[in-house]
């Protein structure tokens, strides 16, 4: 069993709404060392898989599937063996 980290953002290219939103708020708290706020999305998934290469394999084809949409976004993923 392996626990995969994905970690999905939008390309730098592409304006961020709700990233300049939260900028906006860390500002009006008076966070002023925040230049820049990019959101994005965080999921972490449990692979039933033998072997590493295999879960990551799988969470790649998740992620060009369903998790990212490879026009606007990117992704990123780690994943880890579950020690029982």
């Not at 900028?23 to 033998?50: C, N, P």
Request: aromatic share 8%.
């Amino acid at each position: 069993m392996f626990l995969a980290k994905v970690y999905v953002t939008l390309k730098p290219t592409v304006n961020d709404p709700q990233g300049k939103t939260i900028l906006g708020g860390l500002k009006s708290l008076g966070f002023d060392q925040a230049t820049e706020v990019r959101a994005g999305k965080y999921l972490e998934i449990k692979v039933d898989a033998t072997e590493r290469a295999e879960a990551e394999a799988t969470v790649e084809e998740m992620c060009r599937k369903l998790l990212a949409n490879p026009v606007i976004e990117g992704y990123r993923y780690e994943v880890d063996e579950i020690l029982l």
